[in-house]
């Protein structure tokens, strides 16, 4: 059966909880109601629901002086007005392809709910078509005609807190069109069990696939082994991490949400009936990121199977020019609920306000997106700040003619000075420098393996200066180490890359021979080049505060014991760089300073290396009439 995904044209309510005689009109294939909290939108939904499938959102029979409008029944108490207690739910349809020859293009039907029936009055405006002789049908014809076109409707209703016993409800329909459709295929599946089985993997196998691209978590069906546990079983598993997997009703509500309107689309495709949703607040459990992708795909996919109605209160969802999406903003006037329709096409019933304003002063997105503004201007300045920083310290590095060894941090940049004077007690042949593009009084830090490779990036070949820059052994410096395809690793020494044009080196800082075992501990860091006395000296009771990694033994998966490491490998700085780099350094004897000889010997050779250069960009020509070699670059 072709469907028409546009199956509600109008939807009026009287006397339903908060809301007194309401109707919204010009109803799209997606229809999103917002508005303040307990304003009354989600009455609406719950309204249909009581319509098509004539109890309330638990399932239950309706009691119905709790679902009886409040404010009807004072006014019928001071008016005195008898036998006026009822509430109504009329819905204008748009008739279904298959149905045209016996309902007309458009029509109501109405369900009245009085104080002492137990079930609906029914009725319906078929005979004034009838009447008029624009439907050439008899009423009986029409009346068995409209009673399928209403069996044939599915409404399922999603409430805002999406509990376990929700996604097994939709699971279990999940469940029944996968039967449906393959006892039409023509199978018996009582006779044949695994031929059956065979189609329903090769179904699962599709619904795994479209769960995946749009959801992006792999889900894989558990299908039942058994004809008696195909009717008890029917399980989503998830891929984890590790390659586990996990059953999706435990992972997060997020994923889990996420996972409903998939499932819910799936069916009503396959489905050989009509489907309307009434989900409320879709956004909840989900990333702000997510609810944007989900209301991309209802407005794009989803609708063109299902009618949907929602509730919102995301920004994600409210777009008053998207096509085929009817926006509507829930108010309280007095006690009773009313719907404004922002988007309307009739011009008569525009809002005078803009319609995004009315919405962000409603639900407070304006105070939300002045305080959000204000953070952006903040960070606009720090940025701005640190290119101006970056700018003049390049310009800085431009400037001076001797090579410069750019470091990840400011505490770097004191230890490599204080071990070149306890070490060699000379004037440096190279300038020491931060990448750290902000000043001592900025609470932001522009520092780290990442602006160290934006710095050695930035390096032109017509820069007066080299660069090395000195990249800690740890997870970040080493991932930051690998830089771009301008630069290669060479020959003459181990982990040292070079830039193509000549002038940017990085090098990985070397591991001390005393802790071998730091090479592979992927938290190296200049520090740890000091032994363990000087890492344990305090001054006034200050100093590095070094945390051990927990050292955890295992039997099988089984944990047997967990304690923290006591070697330099097994250690974390967690605080105190600075005290120890301004005050503690200084006061340390030389021979805690031997294994600096590795970085400065390292520097130095990359430096001895390079070609001089004349004022024309040639190399120098040695004694013997030719030309220093340029360093061995090899990818």
Known sequence: MRKNPNLINSVEVKYFRSINTQKIRECKPVNIITGSNDVGKSNLLRALNLFFNEKNEHGDDIVFREEFSHSRLDAVRR?????????????????????????????????????DSKSPNFTHDLERYIASGSLQTTKNKAEGSLQRFLNSIVFTYLPAIKDRGIFQSVLSELQSVLFERSETSGDNFIEDIERFSNELENQAQELRQAFEEITGVDARISLPSTYADLFRAFNIKTAGPFEESVALDNRGDGVRVRFLPAILN???????????????????????????ELADTMAKSYCKNAQIFLTTHSPAFIDVNREGQSIYMAQRKGHDTEFLHLNSARRNRL???????????????????????????????????????????????????????????????????????????????FAIKSCNVLSETEKNDAAGAAQLAIC???????????????????????????????????????????SKNGKAYAILLP????????????????????????????????GLTLKGLPLVTKCGSKIVSSVEGTEIWQMTIVDGKKVFAEEIVPTLETAHFKEFEK???????????????????SAVAEEDGTETASLDIVA
Request: hydrophobic share 40%.
């Open 79 to 115: 008016e005195s007005i008898k036998g006026k207690q009822f509430i109504q739910i009329e819905i204008e349809f748009n008739c279904q392809e298959s149905f045209q020859k016996t309902l007309p293009p458009r029509f109501k039907v109405r369900k009245t709910w009085f104080r």
């Open 266 to 292: 799936y069916i009503a495709e396959r489905s050989t009936k009509v489907h309307v949703w009434g989900i409320e607040e879709p956004e909840n459990s989900m990333e702000y990121k997510r609810a944007f």
């Open 351 to 429: 809002v005078i306000e803009d319609p995004y304003m009315l919405v962000a002063d409603e639900l407070g997105h304006i105070k939300l997106m002045n305080e959000l503004h204000d953070k952006l201007q903040e960070r606009i300045l720090v940025a701005e700040k640190a290119a101006a920083s970056l700018a003049a310290t390049m310009a800085e590095v431009e400037a001076v003619k001797i090579p410069v060894l750019l470091t990840e941090g400011k505490t770097d940049v004191l230890v490599l000075k204080e071990a070149w004077r306890k070490l060699r007690g000379t004037a440096l042949p």
């Open 456 to 498: 050695l990036r930035s390096i032109m070949a017509d820069s007066h200066s080299v660069v090395v820059g000195l990249f800690d052994r740890d997870d970040e410096g080493q991932k930051c180490w690998g830089l771009d395809a301008n630069f290669a690793k060479q020959n003459l020494f181990s982990d040292v890359k070079a």
């Open 511 to 542: 591991v001390p021979d005393s802790e071998p075992d730091l090479a592979n501990s992927s938290h190296h860091c200049l520090e740890f080049m000091f032994p363990i006395a000087a890492l344990n000296t305090k001054k006034d009771g200050r």
């Open 599 to 617: 970085i400065f010997g390292l520097i130095e050779g990359i430096i001895a290396a390079i070609p001089k250069q004349q004022p024309d960009g």
